[in-house]
């Protein structure tokens, strides 16, 4: 994969980290965006020593800076083979008739219009060169809908829609559009979704082995080495213990 550009949104921690961590190691360079810059530049110490390394701090809401910066990618960057819309997270966890507007507000803004942005961005270079792979984190939640998940679930359906729409807009041109979708990942997303509520967020990954984020790296990696006739279109990843969204075999 040397001289390949991998561009990965949400790398400050989880699975963009891990993903960013796992493709520098195959030979990628790494673009990495997020809006903690401190976070980024930790990632930087710990990529392999020589890896070609960008960070970018925006946040993906904000549509102006958005195309700005990755309208503008230094000439030796620009060409990004590889783009992993992964930044997003829930915030909080309610029933609908209690939810809170800005939640939502968060959660459409950036797990769907965020991703728009980022694709709008990078879209047309790929087109132009006929080539480009585009990974969507989605989720489970993007495939079925459970109690109090309402407008998480449908950010994340919205996320599954758009992929299915990538890969038939873009098929003309050769680029590989990939949908994988986890169960429960332990990473820093339950302590957004519950605000900072650490003994919460624990509660969550509690009495069955979650999925770690360094699992959602390596189907990456498998996918981004397959051959160019290949492509994993859509992919559901779960714990062994987990078998719908709502059924997890916690404590057997
Ligand atoms: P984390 O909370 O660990 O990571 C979320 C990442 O998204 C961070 O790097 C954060 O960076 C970035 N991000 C959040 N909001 C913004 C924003 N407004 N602008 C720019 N970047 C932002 O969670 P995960 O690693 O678990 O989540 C990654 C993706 O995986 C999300 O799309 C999530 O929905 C999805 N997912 C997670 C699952 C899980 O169980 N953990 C399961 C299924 C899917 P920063 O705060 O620095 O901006
Ligand atoms: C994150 C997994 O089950 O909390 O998308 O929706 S879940």
């Known amino acids: 994969m040397e001289n390949k550009i991998a561009l990965i949104t949400g790398a400050t921690s989880g699975i963009g980290k891990a993903c960013a961590l796992t493709l520098a190691k195959m030979g990628f360079d790494i673009i990495a965006t ?28 904000d549509r102006e800076k958005v195309a700005e910066i990755l309208g503008n990618l230094p000439a030796d960057w620009s060409a990004v ?7 997003g997270n829930a915030h909080g966890m309610d029933p609908i008739q209690t939810g809170s507007l800005d939640d939502w507000d ?14 709008k961005a990078i879209i047309p270079g790929m087109t132009a060169r006929k080539s480009g792979t585009i990974i969507n984190i ?3 939640a993007g495939k079925e809908v459970y109690p ?34 986890p169960g429960l ?24 082995e979650p999925l770690v984020a360094q ?5 990456v990696e498998f996918v981004v080495s397959r051959p160019a006739h290949v492509v994993l279109a859509d992919i559901v990843v779960l714990p062994t213990a987990q078998a719908s969204a709502t059924l997890v075999n916690k404590n057997p």
Not at 81 to 87: K, Q
Not at 166 to 176: E, S, T, V
Request: charged share 30%.
């Open 215 to 219: 699992d959602i790296a390596e189907i």
């Open 106 to 119: 968060a959660m459409m803004d950036i797990n769907v219009k965020g991703l728009l942005y980022v694709s």
């Open 138 to 140: 989605g989720s489970i």
């Open 34 to 61: 997020g809006r903690r810059s401190d976070r980024l530049d930790e990632l930087g110490k710990e990529l392999e020593a020589g890896a070609r390394f960008l960070p970018l701090v925006f946040d993906v809401r």
């Open 148 to 181: 109090n998940g309402n407008v998480y679930c449908g950010s994340k359906h919205a996320v599954d829609a758009i992929t299915k729409g990538m890969r038939i807009d873009l098929n003309p041109f050769g680029i590989k559009v990939i949908g994988i979708h």
């Open 185 to 208: 990942v332990e990473t820093e997303f339950s302590l957004v979704r519950f605000k900072g509520d650490d003994k919460r967020a624990e509660t969550v990954y509690q009495g069955f």
């Open 81 to 87: 083979d590889v783009l992993i819309n992964n930044a």
